[in-house]
């Protein structure tokens, strides 16, 4: 019964920045670790980032190391992708979700990298 809320995408051109909001809302038993996804046009939906429960434990996808950051709120139910230094093929609709994905998809936030 869990669903996700993206939002903070848009048209940037290379070299800009966003950030990314994700709120969860329903019921989550468990709190473990929570992950943005990606999936660009044509491709399959990868990992770009994740982080504990606690913010503890902190991984990201070889392409995106450096230039994004991903973060959790106060709130368990929030986490956030700083995206600096974006590049177009940063280009895809983000998700986020728990890793393992255990939960349905959400609609997802477009980021368009593109002059």
């Known amino acids: 019964q869990v669903q996700f809320v993206e939002s903070g995408g848009g048209l940037v051109q290379p070299g800009g920045s966003l950030r990314l909001s994700c709120a969860a809302s329903?019921?989550?038993?468990?709190?473990?670790?929570m992950a943005w996804y990606r999936q660009a046009p044509g491709k399959q939906r990868e990992l770009v980032a994740a982080i504990s429960s606690g913010g503890g434990r902190i991984d990201y996808a070889d392409s995106v190391k450096v230039r994004f950051t991903i973060s959790r709120g106060n709130a368990k139910n929030t986490v956030y992708l700083k995206m600096n230094s974006l590049k177009p093929d940063d280009t895809a609709v983000y998700y986020c979700?728990?890793?393992?994905?255990?939960?349905?998809w959400g609609q997802g936030t477009q980021v368009t990298v593109s002059s």
């Open positions: 329903g019921s989550i038993f468990s709190i473990g670790t």
């Open positions: 979700n728990t890793l393992p994905s255990y939960y349905s």
